[in-house]
């Protein structure tokens, strides 16, 4: 996001970063801030309330950190935009939706930015050798690149999370991070946007439900069933939409909507989103698995129809965060394709414009012909609408197959 940022504060006068707690957000606002004010503590949100025009004093650039916590303060920053406002003004953080929203979307004034946890490039895993961004432009015909990694260490780094706090922790510290956060999760932030959880025990069983759900399209009546406890009760609707509100509200659901083209000719294509959490380490250790219950692939957490392991799930979920994020940066949207019927389905449509790369996901070194069939598929369906087609894979080489799709280990793709 860095370079990101840095092009939109030099053009325009607010910023906000969104995201789940814990993702970065106000470490990468207070490398360019001037004056901040930390509106989680309460003090200083205390005199902000008793004088919400302080909010635009200081010097500039002036960090706005977890402004919902005030939602007034959107509006402040708004109407100072409106008034002139320079280039680089405002920059503000946010872990979640307000419950009592500002007046004015901002749309137009400020622009919203979001900050996921860290790609395996970001990580530092391997260098990469071959470019999202490229690739979506139709720039890189040659596709090369040798990688390192097992699929040990894709396993590792399915566990060690994104969270730049978490990701260098020793497994055990990794896990008590984690079981941390999701406690902090039902047990405050749920108080904090105005719900109250009566039964965290529910609670924790449809998110255990949801991370079972990983890389899938099941319905949400799918997830309440599976949410029954040992007795068989279910919690019903009314309980269970809060749920899922509260969550989507602190950016710990982030699900991948459909493609729905208005470019072509495509036709009778399913609408519901793709289920992914923020990062795949929270639905891993909602599920109770480690590295070798992975691998050995044992059942973990409630029962769910998919296609494949649950490793295979967590494998698509750890690309589709990267890739989300190189799309970001490419000014790109992400979404999935698939059939009415479900004969045909892709993993990931990277969309600019007229510009579209599809991208298959695949927990194997080794693809074949039955891999690419749905590539190919698409591509004789849109033709040279389509830019490019991919399949991603754990194996120790990138390159180009005959057929035209690129083969490439997920360490190799990069921005």
Not at 45 to 58: H, K, N, T
Not at 253 to 278: F, G, T, Y
Request: glycine residues 6%; neutral net charge.
């Amino acid at each position: 996001m860095d370079d990101e940022l840095d092009e939109l504060l030099a053009g325009l006068p607010a910023v906000t970063i969104y995201g789940p707690k814990a993702v970065g957000k106000t470490a990468t606002a207070l490398r360019r801030a001037a004056t901040v004010y930390r509106l989680d503590d309460d003090a200083e949100r205390s005199i902000v309330e008793a004088d919400p025009a302080r909010l635009l004093d200081g010097a500039r650039p002036i960090l706005i950190d977890e402004w919902q916590r005030f939602p007034e303060s959107f509006d402040r920053v708004r109407r100072a935009v409106d008034d002139g406002a320079a280039p680089g003004s405002f920059l503000m953080t946010g872990s979640a939706s307000p419950s009592d929203p500002p007046t004015h979307s901002g749309a137009g004034r400020i622009v919203r930015v979001r900050l996921r946890p860290m790609t395996l490039a970001e990580r530092g895993v391997a260098q990469p050798t071959v470019s999202l961004a490229r690739l979506l432009r139709g720039e890189q015909t040659s596709i090369t690149g040798r990688s390192e990694i097992s699929l040990g260490r894709y396993v590792d780094d399915i566990l060690r999370s994104g969270f730049p706090g978490i990701h260098d922790l020793s497994p055990r510290l990794a896990r008590a991070q984690l079981e941390g956060y999701l406690e902090r999760i039902v047990d405050r932030d749920f108080n904090t946007l105005g719900h109250q959880v009566r039964r965290p025990a529910t609670l924790r069983r449809w998110m255990q439900a949801y991370a079972a759900a990983t890389a899938t399209t099941a319905s949400f009546e799918t997830l309440r069933n599976a949410a029954s406890g040992e007795r068989g009760e279910k919690p019903t609707r009314a309980t269970t939409q809060p749920y899922r509100d509260v969550l989507e509200r602190l950016w710990i659901l982030d699900p991948v909507p459909a493609w729905l083209p208005s470019r072509n000719r495509l036709a009778r294509l399913s609408s519901p989103a793709k289920h992914h959490l923020a990062d795949p380490a929270l639905a891993a250790h909602l599920l109770e698995v480690d590295a070798d219950a992975l691998l050995r692939a044992e059942p973990a957490g409630p029962p769910m129809p998919r296609d494949g392991t649950l490793l295979g799930a967590l494998f698509e979920s750890l690309v589709t965060l990267c890739v989300r994020v190189y799309a970001q940066a490419a000014e790109a949207r992400v979404g999935h394709l698939r059939t009415w019927s479900g004969d045909r389905e892709v993993d990931l449509i990277v969309e600019r414009g007229a510009q579209i790369l599809a991208i298959e996901v695949k927990l194997s070194q080794v693809v074949n012909d039955r891999d690419v069939r749905h590539l190919l598929w698409l591509r004789d369906a849109l033709g040279e609408n389509l830019t490019d087609a991919i399949i991603i894979t754990t194996g120790p080489a990138a390159y180009r197959r005959p057929d035209g799709v690129a083969v490439i280990p997920a360490a190799l793709l990069g921005p």
